[in-house]
């Protein structure tokens, strides 16, 4: 939901910058002239708000006080957001994640653990639905033969997604996943015990302790029970977030009947269907199912669509654990 805010051209003297931290209510706005701490101005809260007024990764215009510290008067509109609905109300409240995402980077091991494709495309809906590019970022590569590796990913590569292949032993893929961050703002997730601490390390040393500094300082035990949301800057250029939300995007609330439009390879093939409610599962003329028997669609990524589709909503399935979090 882009923010309907746009700046106030009679405000000359409102200094423009980026939310990089919230917490408690306080926001750190990065500007040209420093980091300034901010509550968001008076007028903004005013009636009942559908959504986060402010939230990290928002450009926002801001009123600076005599002892240093900020209002937020205004929010620039939103190019892009990572949101899910806020559940305990009674009313539709759009929690903002992370404002102004140029991608999110999910990553996955190509062993120890071995990966749950199923949750991979559980969190592909959701950026698909979203509209937020996605990455796949395949790693611990030295533990498999590249063909082992190949046989698990390249399904995402022929569809349409980015996909790279990592390893932090040998170096491999790091040039290039480091190259991919630069001059974006990022959220990078993953189910835990993927090595997302050494790719952070590799990307730029001391990231993944600057990061899970912040996290475990503020939470205890790395549980995210208080919620800091902050963008880490990367030697590049652009931002890597940590963005707490994430490890909820399994509960963000999908129909199954819009369900296909967020499959790459069934959404074109959907018009195609002889039933306009065609489930895809078997029903007669069914473009979808056609496509299955003549290898154009991995049975893999059809069995995900059949027990996303018929469970009603991205929930957990019975025979599956689900620890997916933003940083080990």
């Known amino acids: 939901m882009a923010s309907e805010r746009t700046p106030d051209k009679n405000n000359q003297n409102l200094l423009q910058g980026l939310v990089i931290r919230s917490l408690a209510g306080y926001m750190t706005v990065r500007t040209a002239q420093g980091d300034v701490l901010c509550r968001v101005r008076g007028r903004l809260r005013r009636g009942r708000a559908e959504g986060d007024l402010v939230a990290v990764g928002d450009q926002a215009l801001i009123e600076i006080h005599e002892d240093g510290s900020g209002s937020i008067a205004q929010v620039l509109p939103r190019k892009s957001v990572l949101s899910r609905q806020l559940s305990g109300v009674n009313y539709e409240y759009q929690q903002i994640l992370l404002a102004n995402p140029d991608q999110v980077l999910f990553v996955f091991a190509c062993a120890q653990p071995d990966p749950s494709l199923r949750m991979l495309d559980r969190f592909l809906v959701v950026a698909e639905k979203q509209q937020i590019p996605a990455v796949i970022v395949a790693n611990k590569l030295d533990l ?20 790279i ?35 952070l390390n590799s990307l730029q040393p001391g990231l993944a302790q600057e990061v899970g500094a912040v996290s475990r300082g503020l939470t205890g035990k790395g549980m995210h029970t208080t919620q800091v949301k902050q963008l880490f800057p990367l030697d590049g250029g652009g931002y890597l977030a940590d963005v707490p939300g994430l490890r909820t995007l399994a509960l963000w609330d999908i129909q199954g ?3 296909d439009a967020y ?3 069934i959404a074109p093939l959907v018009p195609e269907c002889q039933f306009n409610d065609c489930t895809h599962s078997r029903e007669p003329g069914c473009a979808v199912r056609k496509a299955l028997e003549e290898g154009r669609i991995d049975p893999r990524r059809y069995d995900s669509y059949l027990r996303l589709r018929f469970g009603g909503k991205l929930v957990q399935a019975e025979d599956e654990e689900i620890d997916f979090e933003t940083f080990d």
């Open 263 to 265: 499959f790459r390879e």
């Open 165 to 199: 292949y990592t390893s932090t032993l040998t170096g491999e893929g790091i040039p290039e996943l480091k190259s991919r961050l630069q001059g974006k703002l990022n959220s990078m997730a993953g189910p835990s015990g993927v090595g997302k601490t050494s790719l």
């Open 257 to 259: 009947e819009e369900l």
């Open 144 to 163: 498999v033969t590249r063909e082992h590796a190949q046989a698990l990913f390249e399904v995402y590569r022929r569809i349409g997604y980015d996909l």
